[in-house]
């Protein structure tokens, strides 16, 4: 299997200011919020000096996206296997450059491979204010050293554009660990470093943002896996008092979400809306200190607060209510509405299940570039409210993810909807949610074939060409034995394989793709070809009956 990425998040902190200094038994952590200030935890001591080791990368990739440079791909040789290849490419394969960031492929950011010149960087960075160790072209080698506030405050020097693209880049290094997306949902996006000290001891770290903007670097002693799984907790109560997982996004990140445009009230007209004063409402935008009063014309009535994006539009005897907000606090409203937001896991997973629901089925307007969507039953019911804290916080905390592979679909209760394979009973997930289940088992349980992933991400295949070719290869020898099953469908075109970063092999019914962790041992090619026999039955029950897929995967990788 390809090994994607040296994913050492925890890292080993020196005890004094020399590397040669054995590390500490627990992990540092140390922050640096927009206002500038550093914060590390009651009682933290922080060692003098740290390595960069891989965060270099950081800032190559933030010039790269600011300076709009369209720099080559990265081919890994098709013959020797290159050092440090392992973490970039499999031999003939290519990288791009946010692949190149989350595996960690060095070779990919290498100065002289990316012709950067010195003088024009330095003047980048000297413009941003950088410290001087970042503007010295130099010094970006993982075994440079800098204290950490050297290091926090180049990070929050970052430019907005190369933070935020380095945000989502990174996104599969949250996801890939089950123990920090529980603890402290899909804010923190960190690019791991690791270095060993004199005595040959292993440790390492992260450095990133929070969805807030701040800057963070952590550090602890073993592997990354191994803090993780480790001390996640322990990170979590050290930002708990903080508020800033799930705290409001900054400015750019709020500028880069979507935006949604919602039509309320799709399935019940509105025969009035009334002013405090009982004066009716002009059209317009309803921000009137106090509240308004909706008036339905089934003779029903709801008091909604004034509101600077709630807009009323149509004529006066026949207005409409609609509003233009950011995709996260459409999330918010549809917790308010679908669920309680105050039962907390239950809560977060149905966030990401409307996200998902939304990514799914909104019309995009092609003329003001938002996602549209009705507040109805018959898709999700949005609050006319503003959002509840506690709504917010199951958004925020979960801001971006979405699910990828499977139809999302939720309900009241799974018995409401039988025929449904894939759904979320709210029910059943509050139940779950009591009983000590997070959001990751509660939607698992839901979607089992299902991947979750980011919203940016769009599902982009990044292609195994070569999977795809023995693929293609060998459907024509399978077509005898199959036209004898019952349900299967000849496919009208090969299908797209391609690489799975995290999450269950699955295949894409509706866009003819397959995603998979790898296909050069036996193991690897019967998934692709169970994966493939999903496409092939995809009409037929037989395409759902898994132990069905996997004799007759087992059966065609002989052939």
């Known amino acids: 299997m390809k090994r994607l990425s040296r994913l050492v998040f925890a890292t080993a902190v020196l005890a004094g200011a020399g590397l040669g200094a054995r590390a500490a ?39 790269l996206v600011t300076t709009g440079a369209q720099e080559p791909l990265y081919r890994c040789g098709n013959v020797k296997r290159e050092p440090g290849d392992e973490y970039c490419c499999e031999p003939g394969e290519s990288i791009g450059r946010d692949a190149a960031l989350q595996r960690s492929c060095g070779a990919y950011f290498e100065p002289r491979r990316l012709k950067l010149d010195a003088d024009n960087w330095q003047r980048f960075w000297a413009d941003r204010q950088a410290p001087a160790w970042l503007q010295a072209l130099p010094a970006l080698r993982p075994a440079s050293t800098v204290p950490v506030p050297a290091l926090l405050e180049a990070l929050q020097r970052m430019p907005d554009a190369g933070r935020l693209a380095a945000r989502e880049a990174l996104l599969p290094n949250t996801l890939r660990e089950p123990a ?42 073993g592997t990354g896996q191994q803090v993780m799984q480790r001390d996640a907790a322990r990170l979590t109560r050290d930002w708990a008092g903080t508020g800033q997982l799930t705290a409001r996004p900054d400015a750019a990140t709020l500028q880069a979400q979507p935006c949604v445009d919602v039509r309320f009230f799709a399935r019940y007209p509105l025969a009035r809306v009334l002013r405090r004063n009982g004066q009716p409402a002009a059209a317009g935008p309803l921000n009137e200190p106090g509240t308004y009063t909706l008036k339905f014309a089934n003779g029903q009535q709801l008091v909604v607060p004034s509101q600077p994006g709630l807009l009323l539009t149509g004529s006066p005897i026949a207005p409409r209510l609609q509003a233009r907000m950011t995709l996260e606090e459409y999330v918010a409203r549809v917790v308010d509405r679908e669920g309680v937001a105050t039962e907390t896991a239950a809560a977060r997973a149905l966030a990401i299940a409307a996200r998902s629901w939304l990514q799914q089925n909104a019309v995009p307007s092609v003329s003001q570039g938002c996602l ?83 919203w940016q991400a769009q599902g982009d295949c990044q292609p195994l060409p070569l999977a795809a070719q023995w693929l293609t290869d060998r459907m024509p020898r399978w077509q005898r034995q199959l036209r004898r099953e019952v349900g299967y469908e000849p496919l009208d075109a090969p299908p797209q394989v391609c690489q799975l970063e ?42 759902q009956d898994e132990n069905d897929i996997e004799r007759l995967a087992q059966q065609l990788a002989d052939l």
Not at 190 to 198: I, L, R
Not at 517 to 542: C, K, M, N, S
């Open 372 to 454: 549209m969507v009705d507040d109805d039953s018959r898709a999700q019911r949005v609050s006319p409210r503003p959002p509840s804290p506690a709504a917010e916080s199951a958004a925020r905390f979960t801001a971006g993810l979405v699910l990828r592979g499977a139809p999302v679909r939720y309900a009241l209760d799974r018995s409401d909807a039988k025929a449904e394979a894939q759904l979320l009973g709210w029910r059943e997930a509050v139940a779950a949610s009591r009983a000590g289940q997070g959001m990751e088992a509660l939607l698992r349980q839901a979607f089992p074939t299902a991947t979750l992933t980011g």
């Open 180 to 221: 920090l997306l529980a603890a402290l949902g899909s804010g923190p996006r960190f690019k791991t470093w690791s270095w060993t000290d004199a005595q040959g001891e292993r440790f390492g770290g992260a450095a990133g943002w929070l969805a807030d903007g701040t800057a963070f670097w952590i550090g602890g002693a």
């Open 25 to 63: 038994p627990t992990p540092q952590l140390a922050w640096r919020a927009p206002s500038g200030e550093l914060a590390t935890p009651a009682g933290a001591r922080l060692p003098a000096q740290v390595p960069l080791g891989s965060t270099w990368k950081l800032f190559v990739y933030g010039y």
């Open 502 to 543: 995290v999450g269950t092999p699955h295949a894409d019914l509706r866009r003819s793709r397959l995603w998979l962790r790898e296909w050069q041992t036996r193991d690897g090619r019967v998934t692709l070809i169970h994966e493939y026999l999903h496409l092939a039955f995809r009409r037929h029950p037989r395409g």
